[in-house]
């Protein structure tokens, strides 16, 4: 799922293509994309983008008739420019074109599970409607930070990607934040020392910042269309198995329904493995419990 960093990039991307410019229409390919009926869609046809913003993980175009178009990508959706107006919409991933008088803006998304949505809301109250209310990481003092992370009990990895307290993070940079911060991912909240909590706001922000600032220079040399959350930069994520780049131990996983969390047992878990809850089940007591076990095993 396109998270902070890579919103941030779209919206780099977008802003010389489509803002201030007239919206001539959108194409709806898949049924099941539009979760709204009111507005219309006939309403933003022939409006001007007049700003753009990020709502979590969401990308929203402020029109000039108070209205907001709402993009949420979900896990599988993206965006592609193209440089000719009218441009035609991919048969098997397409789901909607944007129409501009100097090119298409296209939505596709991958896989059978339609997930990806639209909305078209009128006004400020019902735009912040989409908010789950999570803080800006990037703007939040230490004591704003600790109070939202400890709010509940919950593991650090959870409350980092909870949209209730923090905006735009997700599976991916919260491993490479773990990672950079040397916390474990399943480390309760309220169990968190003043150390660590300063480390993790530490590694929220500064990982966050890095990530923009490179796909952001990125998208201005050239429309992203290839957002992926596996990058050959990241520290961990998707990178079970390989040499964690900080002390060379190879990466873990731990794996749950179709989320996997990827982490360093050297540098965040003091050489414990964690259970990883099908493999656990199966091998039972065979289950190696640090990385001397693994070694060992293998």
Same mark, same amino acid.
């Given at each position: 799922?396109?998270?902070?960093?890579?919103?941030?990039?779209?919206?780099?991307?977008?802003?010389?293509?489509?803002?201030?410019?007239?919206?001539?229409?959108?194409?709806?390919?898949?049924?099941?994309?539009?979760?709204?009926?009111?507005?219309?869609?006939?309403?933003?046809?022939?409006?001007?983008?007049?700003?753009?913003?990020?709502?979590?993980?969401?990308?929203?175009?402020?029109?000039?008739?108070?209205?907001?178009?709402?993009?949420?990508?979900?896990?599988?959706?993206?965006?592609?420019?193209?440089?000719?107006?009218?441009?035609?919409?991919?048969?098997?991933?397409?789901?909607?074109?944007?129409?501009?008088?100097?090119?298409?803006?296209?939505?596709?998304?991958?896989?059978?599970?339609?997930?990806?949505?639209?909305?078209?809301?009128?006004?400020?109250?019902?735009?912040?409607?989409?908010?789950?209310?999570?803080?800006?990481?990037?703007?939040?003092?230490?004591?704003?930070?600790?109070?939202? !992370?400890? @709010?509940?009990? *919950? /593991?650090?990895?959870?409350?980092?990607? %909870?949209?209730?307290?923090? #905006? $735009?993070?997700?599976?991916?940079?919260?491993?490479?934040?773990?990672?950079?911060?040397?916390?474990?991912?399943?480390?309760?909240?309220?169990?968190?020392?003043?150390?660590?909590?300063?480390?993790?706001?530490?590694?929220?922000?500064?990982?966050?910042?890095?990530?923009?600032?490179?796909?952001?220079?990125?998208?201005?040399?050239?429309?992203?269309?290839?957002?992926?959350?596996?990058?050959?930069?990241?520290?961990?994520?998707?990178?079970?198995?390989?040499?964690?780049?900080?002390?060379?131990?190879?990466?873990?996983?731990?794996?749950?329904?179709?989320?996997?969390?990827?982490?360093?047992?050297?540098?965040?878990?003091?050489?414990?493995?964690?259970?990883?809850?099908? !493999?656990? @089940?199966?091998? *039972? /007591?065979?289950?190696?419990?640090?990385? %001397?076990?693994?070694?060992? #095993? $293998?």
């Amino acid at each position: 799922m396109p998270e902070l960093p890579d919103v941030a990039a779209y919206l780099v991307a977008l802003e010389p293509r489509v803002l201030g410019a007239r919206l001539t229409g959108i194409r709806i390919a898949s049924p099941f994309l539009l979760r709204s009926v009111d507005p219309a869609l006939g309403e933003v046809f022939g409006k001007k983008i007049v700003g753009l913003r990020r709502v979590g993980k969401r990308i929203v175009f402020a029109m000039d008739n108070d209205v907001f178009v709402i993009i949420h990508l979900m896990i599988a959706g993206r965006l592609h420019w193209k440089d000719v107006p009218a441009a035609r919409i991919p048969g098997k991933l397409g789901l909607a074109a944007f129409d501009f008088p100097t090119g298409t803006l296209l939505l596709t998304e991958a896989g059978t599970k339609k997930r990806a949505a639209l909305h078209l809301v009128r006004g400020e109250v019902a735009l912040a409607a989409h908010d789950a209310g999570g803080i800006d990481p990037l703007g939040a003092d230490l004591a704003t930070f600790r109070s939202v !992370l400890t @709010r509940e009990s *919950h /593991t650090v990895k959870r409350s980092l990607t %909870d949209p209730r307290f923090f #905006s $735009g993070i997700g599976n991916a940079y919260s491993d490479e934040i773990l990672h950079r911060a040397r916390l474990s991912p399943v480390k309760l909240t309220p169990k968190l020392d003043d150390d660590e909590v300063a480390r993790l706001h530490t590694a929220t922000q500064a990982t966050l910042r890095e990530w923009i600032e490179r796909l952001s220079a990125e998208a201005r040399k050239a429309f992203p269309e290839k957002v992926t959350a596996f990058r050959p930069e990241m520290a961990v994520h998707g990178r079970y198995g390989k040499p964690c780049p900080a002390c060379g131990a190879p990466v873990q996983r731990i794996v749950h329904a179709d989320d996997e969390t990827n982490y360093c047992a050297r540098c965040q878990t003091g050489g414990q493995l964690l259970a990883d809850r099908a !493999l656990s @089940r199966l091998l *039972h /007591t065979d289950w190696p419990k640090t990385l %001397d076990e693994l070694k060992a #095993s $293998g």
